[in-house]
């Protein structure tokens, strides 16, 4: 009857530590799922340290819960066993006292075989209970190893300290399945530049070469006509060029959150500004709103305002941006046009669309499908 009512108030005990880890588990695949499903945008954002430090973080409050969970359940287990051994230990013993009267010698060979039998079961439980400890901890960090290698000492040969004020490509070449997507590309970037094109020339496609997001082109990119930018690392591209895409991620948080990029020295004080109060109020949108599921609780106007706004938050020295205006009205079209100019005037901005409102605003019009060799 004792060990009966132990097992129930384990029982009980044991819900608390199983919602707890349950809690922990669902936290983690969620993050996990966002990790994967926005590997691109968390690339062309420089959102790889922050995200991979919050997996890491979950990961290990995960492993943790894990942990005490089973050390609970092991502890558990080897207190009812203790007792049922301790009370079949009793029995043996009084069995033996009550056959040794009468000068029988089998009780000492079961004496010591249920004393054999508990002692097994005791350091099998416990060296289970330490081999689980070193398998979680082994388990953690292979996993940690695989996703998040560690990242070599960038040498100053790969850093770049002046500020990028032009992209010059020269004869780029990309291919997919042996058919041409770019072919002997030769342009300039400078200042602010509208790039359009019929749909599938290689816009988007050209943005994510520059910016490191697609391997395997051919040909020169240079920066200011005197580096290459194959010189850069991926991580110095990264605090140099932002790439925002017309369907970005959004990230599980508040809409504040998303707009700061979650990084609290962005330039934050700009959402003082009563442009953006007044296209915030016409837009339905709070700071304090939460984003669900890459914001599918958002009209797609009210996505691309938000990755619009993060972008004028964010320092950078070039801002490709991807048709990220597409979805949003004119009137706020025009208040974050105006933004742009006003506070990145001094930067490199490439614009990839089809939008002739958008494409009024810039004092360069590059065509890609009159440049592009595709049909040639």
Same mark, same amino acid.
């Given at each position: 009857?004792? *060990?009966?009512?132990?097992?129930? &108030? ?68 080897? *207190? ?7 009370? +079949? ?14 000068? !029988? ?40 190893? !695989? ?13 770049? !300290?002046?500020?990028?004020?032009? &992209?010059? *490509? ?11 997507? +770019? ?23 050209? +943005? ?112 490709? &941006? ?16 105006? +933004? ?37």
């Amino acid at each position: 009857m004792f *060990i009966f009512f132990l097992s129930f &108030l384990f029982s009980q005990i044991n819900k608390n530590w199983y919602n707890r880890w349950y809690q922990e588990g669902l936290e983690f695949e969620n993050i996990t799922l966002e990790l994967y499903h926005s590997f691109k945008f968390q690339k062309s954002r420089n959102l790889e340290s922050y995200f991979n430090y919050q997996w890491t973080k979950k990961f290990q409050a995960f492993l943790n819960e894990t942990y005490y969970f089973e050390k609970n359940n092991i502890i558990q287990k080897l *207190i009812l066993n203790l007792i049922s051994q301790l009370a +079949l230990f009793l029995f043996f013993y009084l069995a033996l006292h009550f056959i040794s009267q009468q000068t !029988l010698t089998i009780g000492n060979l079961m004496f010591y075989s249920a004393l054999t039998s508990f002692i097994n079961d005791f350091t099998s439980q416990l060296s289970a209970f330490i081999v689980s400890k070193g398998k979680l901890e082994k388990a953690f960090q292979q996993t940690a190893t !695989l996703l998040f290698p560690k990242q070599k000492n960038i040498s100053q040969s790969q850093s770049l !300290l002046v500020p990028i004020t032009s &992209l010059t *490509i020269t004869n780029l070449n990309y291919l997919i399945n042996d058919n041409f997507i +770019l072919k002997n590309l030769t342009l300039t970037f400078q200042n602010h530049c509208f790039l359009k094109g019929r749909s599938g020339s290689g816009k988007t496609t050209l +943005l994510e070469i520059i910016a490191k997001l697609r391997l395997g082109a051919t040909g020169r990119i240079m920066i200011n006509e005197q580096f290459d930018l194959s010189i850069l690392t991926e991580q110095s591209i990264r605090s140099k060029i932002l790439l925002f895409h017309q369907d970005d991620f959004l990230f599980a948080g508040s809409v504040y959150d998303n707009i700061i990029n979650f990084n609290q020295q962005c330039d934050y004080q700009l959402l003082r500004l009563p442009e953006i109060k007044q296209l915030l109020a016409q837009n339905h949108l709070s700071f304090a709103q939460m984003v669900c599921n890459n914001g599918e609780n958002l009209s797609k106007g009210q996505r691309q305002i938000i990755l619009f706004l993060n972008l004028l938050l964010q320092r950078c020295e070039v801002y490709f &941006l991807d048709e990220v205006l597409s979805n949003v009205d004119y009137d706020s079209k025009i208040i974050l046009l105006k +933004l742009l100019f006003q506070l990145k005037s001094s930067q490199l901005i490439v614009y990839a669309g089809h939008d002739q409102i958008v494409e009024q605003y810039f004092p360069t019009v590059i065509d890609l499908t009159k440049l592009n060799m595709i049909n040639e």
